[in-house]
């Protein structure tokens, strides 16, 4: 059973950080697409950013660039969303999500197969 759990949310002043976590147990982080998406009250769900399973490629959603990293670490089967200079905009629930393509990563959240219970993060102006 793949189970996907966030944890590291919290409230944060604006210009602040916060490292999200995404804890996998029944598939292996390297080995899939994992992607962090959010959503906020009223609005679609977004693509944040992601990290490929072949080559450990990046890519991030324009707001975020060079705010925020997302990374993994293989021996901890863990992935992470490492956000700085934090904006009241970033406000949102974040949810993690991994799917079995080896190749690129995918903005869309109806290519991922498995998602974790989100975190909220709130960030106060």
């Known amino acids: 059973q793949v189970q996907l759990v966030e944890s590291g949310g919290g409230l944060v002043p604006a210009g602040g950080s916060l490292r999200l976590s995404c804890a996998a147990s029944?598939?292996?982080?390297?080995?899939?697409?994992m992607a962090w998406f959010r959503q906020a009250p009223g609005k679609e769900r977004e693509f944040v950013g992601g990290i490929s399973s072949i080559g450990s490629l990046t890519n991030s959603a324009d707001s975020v660039k060079g705010r925020f990293t997302i990374s993994r670490d293989n021996a901890k089967n863990t992935a992470y969303l490492q956000m700085n200079s934090l904006k009241p905009e970033d406000t949102a629930f974040y949810y993690c999500?991994?799917?079995?393509?080896?190749?690129?990563?995918?903005?869309?959240?109806?290519?991922?197969?498995?998602w974790g219970q989100g975190t909220q993060v709130t960030v106060s102006s």
């Open positions: 029944g598939l292996t982080v390297g080995s899939y697409a």
């Open positions: 999500a991994a799917t079995g393509d080896r190749y690129g990563i995918s903005r869309a959240a109806s290519r991922y197969v498995y």
